[in-house]
């Protein structure tokens, strides 16, 4: 599932091409992806102007005028491609045409993806934005706003770091990178871990984001850009996906383990529990 650096990635590159854009039509094609339904999104998407696209989390919020948002959240699969295919038309879900002429393609091979078109008062609620946790690079997210949001915490490290509730954007990825990082086993128990612990985890979550955003992203299964292009921050992990590999600090092999139901790679000898 594309995280916080692989969105922020999707909406760089289309902040630069969609801004000021007026929607001419929709094609739909799955009609499971569009809520409240495919029916009401394709008949209220019409002359919709962009005036904005910012990010939540992993969703993509496109502000538009009439005080209306549509908001795209790509799950496992999902690809949006500007003005082009990827090959893959037999997963093309949906196809936004604008009044210019361009197109930007909804393609999704396992269709989990969703795009929901609703008013500004009432879409927080209905994509379930509205449960989501402070932003890793909102202004408030100080160390001691991190301190103080872990201060009574209990549970499993990695568990925690996926929780979109607590701090939103985070993913099996990068939460595996920021264990390692921080040199924390991912199993480590929070009410167990020391105040000079939470400022290495603190540290290592703003750098690893911002490594991932830096890199565009990173490509290990289906990520790509809106041009179609892979992210280069595969090449980049330090542990994970590296099974066997030797860790970069000790040489000793990267184990694989699962935490909170997903794999998880981390260094035994780095990261003691």
């Keep these: 599932m594309p995280e916080l650096p692989e969105v922020e990635t999707i909406i760089r590159e289309l902040k630069s091409v969609l801004i000021g854009k007026k929607f001419a039509s929709l094609n739909v094609k799955v009609d499971s992806i569009f809520l409240p339904s495919a029916k009401d ?43 082009m295919s990827d090959g893959r038309e037999k997963f093309i879900c949906g196809v936004f045409s604008f009044t210019d002429g361009t197109s930007l393609i909804y393609s999704d091979v396992r269709k989990f993806g969703k795009i929901w078109l609703y008013n500004e008062k009432d879409y927080e609620q209905a994509t379930g934005i509205k449960r989501l946790g402070i932003e890793p690079f909102d202004s408030r997210f100080s160390l001691e706003y991190f301190l103080d949001l872990f201060a009574d915490k209990k549970g499993i490290l990695k568990n925690t770091l996926l929780r979109q509730d607590i701090i939103a954007g ?12 921080s040199r924390l086993n991912p199993k480590s128990r929070l009410e167990k871990l020391k105040k000079a612990d939470y400022i290495k985890l603190y540290l290592a979550i703003i750098s690893c984001l911002e490594e991932g955003i830096n890199h565009n992203g990173t490509s290990v299964s289906d990520f790509v850009g809106t041009r179609g292009t892979l992210g280069k921050h595969q090449h980049y992990l330090q542990v994970y996906g590296r099974k066997g590999d030797p860790c970069y600090v000790c040489k000793n092999p990267i184990k694989k383990t699962v935490v909170a139901g997903r794999g998880t790679f981390y260094c035994e000898n780095c990261q003691k529990l």
């Design 170 to 181: 985070i993913g099996n990825i990068y939460a595996d990178e920021v264990c390692f990082k």
């Design 41 to 83: 999104v394709t008949a209220k998407i019409k002359n919709l102007k962009i005036l904005d696209i910012q990010r939540r989390g992993k969703f993509i919020v496109l502000v538009l005028d009439k005080k209306m948002r549509l908001v795209i959240h790509l799950r496992m699969t999902g690809r949006l491609l500007w003005n």
